[in-house]
């Protein structure tokens, strides 16, 4: 029996590339997972080898691809989703990298950023991009490979090299070198679009010292992007679908509607709230972006990071040993009344949004000789719902207020944490069934190109949801907690050793 219109979704991350085949009715038929290495050269900086991406890349969708012909699929197309920010700069000629990838997470353009702060340019990157000056994002990462990378200055300046994303550099290493493209979304995170009139800006070229010659071409989310040559993984398929991962996640949870919006909790937290055709400019450091473009249509959406989510419980795990699995998280969490007092503010690396305290440090108050383990292990829980709740009054604050909260990602397979989350936010929360939201949206997207689904609203109809949790905290003890959380976070921000 053969099973028809199949889309193959390259889902790149940041640890590692998976490839996962969909039905069209979103049953994963094949799925296989490669993790590549993480290089640490200095402090603070973070890469990756573009080499090591590209097989792990091929040796993935190979092994689906088999898997999936041995279970009767018939592809169709290709959807490509991944870890956005992350910046390539290759040869034209060659196709190879002239210095390795460096991953959004690599602070070591912090200096640049502070001194175009320092020169007042600020405002208008924030008018245009809808971002904040931060190495985070692609653009200063650019000019620090051309800065430093012997005659790479010159080589762009004849217009030999090319820059992109990981989507534009796996693109461009599937067609053969046919096509350099990146997708709306990903253009959006570099610090070097306009998001108003989705074109690359040349004032903010000329700001970042990055030549235009470089650049890929900017598509929809749903686009032709080409087609792979035999040599990427032995076959020829159209690649017709592509976002950056939280974009994608978004569009596998159908947040196509005004309002809604979706969490993922894995090692951080990231919301993102479509805010359909408005531009919303935050008061409160969250960040505006393109949501995605599909068949001609902008959405914008407002985002939120937690920089620690899921990594406060490796941390109880790994560095003080309370737990032995994550999964202990939720009977411990549920064997105890009340969190007796404690809370948690995990700032291992800052707070970001709304307080954006890059110099903040983690603390933990309210400690007593009665606190144990499960009252920490409940506080560590509650703090990535209270940090939830911050970003949604934020957003609130803005002016969008969502009714329902759609979660995705590792931490979510925790009821309690659900359940905890519906109270405190008082709004419904959903889990869908399928859990690969970010791998399903880029298979949608191609999906969509192909034509096997003609629109974002039959999507939605056929989107399931595995478990609602609706709001049932009693509010004396929700506003306990929450003047507790504000008191902690007071405090942490406060602090200064
Ligand atoms: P990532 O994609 O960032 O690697 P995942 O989505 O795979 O993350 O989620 C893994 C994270 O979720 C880990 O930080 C882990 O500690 C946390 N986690 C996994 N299962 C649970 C659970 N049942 N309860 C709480 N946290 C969990």
Not at 411 to 434: D, H, S, T, Y
Request: glycine share 8%; charged share 20%.
């Amino acid at each position: 029996m053969s099973i028809e219109n199949c889309i193959l979704s390259i889902d790149q991350g940041t640890t590692s590339s998976r490839a996962i085949v969909f039905s069209p009715d979103s049953t994963i038929i094949a799925i296989a997972q490669q993790e590549f290495e993480q290089h640490y050269p200095n402090d603070g900086w973070v890469e990756h080898d573009p080499e090591d991406i590209w097989a792990s890349i091929q040796n993935v969708c190979k092994q689906a691809l088999e898997e999936a012909k041995n279970k009767g699929a018939n592809i169709v197309a290709i959807g490509i989703t991944n870890q956005r920010e992350t910046t390539v700069v290759w040869d034209k000629k060659t196709g190879k990298a002239i210095y390795k990838a460096i991953v959004w997470q690599d602070r070591r353009t912090a200096p640049q950023c502070r001194e175009l702060k320092q020169q007042g340019h600020l405002n208008t990157i924030r008018s245009r991009t809808g971002l904040l000056l931060d190495p985070y994002f692609s653009a200063t990462k650019v000019s620090w490979i051309l800065d430093n990378v012997k005659g790479a200055r010159q080589k762009a300046n004849a217009g030999e090299l090319a820059f992109g994303t990981i989507d534009s550099f796996l693109i461009w290493r599937l067609t053969g070198g046919k096509v350099h493209a990146t997708d709306v979304t990903n253009a959006s995170r570099t610090n070097l679009f306009n998001i108003h009139t989705l074109n690359w800006d040349q004032e903010l070229l000329k700001l970042f010292d990055v030549p235009a010659s470089l650049l890929p071409n900017v598509k929809e989310c749903t686009d032709d992007y080409g087609i792979t040559c035999p040599s990427a993984f032995g076959a020829t398929l159209p690649i017709l679908g592509v976002a950056g991962d939280q974009h994608a996640a978004s569009i596998g949870q159908c947040c196509f509607q005004k309002g809604a919006i979706k969490s993922t909790y894995g090692t951080g937290g990231f919301l993102m709230l479509n805010t359909a055709e408005q531009i919303l400019e935050s008061k409160n450091n969250l960040l505006t972006t393109v949501a995605y473009t599909i068949k001609g249509k902008t959405h914008y959406a407002l985002e939120g990071s937690i920089f620690v989510a899921g990594a406060a419980i490796q941390w109880l795990r790994d560095e003080l040993n309370l737990i032995e699995h994550a999964f202990e998280t939720e009977s411990l969490a549920q064997s105890v009344e009340d969190n007796h007092g404690v809370y948690f503010v995990p700032a291992f690396a800052g707070l970001g949004a709304p307080y954006w305290e890059p110099d903040a440090r983690g603390a933990i108050y309210g400690l007593t000789r009665g606190t144990t383990i499960a009252h920490l292990v409940r506080a560590a829980l509650e703090s990535v719902c209270l940090q939830t709740f911050d970003l949604l009054k934020a957003m609130a604050e803005d002016g969008v207020n969502p009714q329902q909260l759609r979660v995705d990602g590792g931490m979510v397979a925790n009821n309690w944490i659900c359940q905890f989350l519906a109270g405190i936010l008082e709004i419904e929360v959903e889990r869908p069934k399928i859990m690969e939201t970010t791998a399903l949206g880029a298979a949608y997207l191609a999906g969509l190109q192909a034509g096997i689904y003609q629109s974002t609203q039959e999507l939605t109809l056929m989107n399931q949801i595995e478990s609602k949790f609706k709001p049932q905290m009693p509010p004396k003890i929700r506003q306990q907690r929450l003047k507790g959380w504000s008191a902690a976070i007071q405090s942490t921000l406060g602090f200064n050793a």
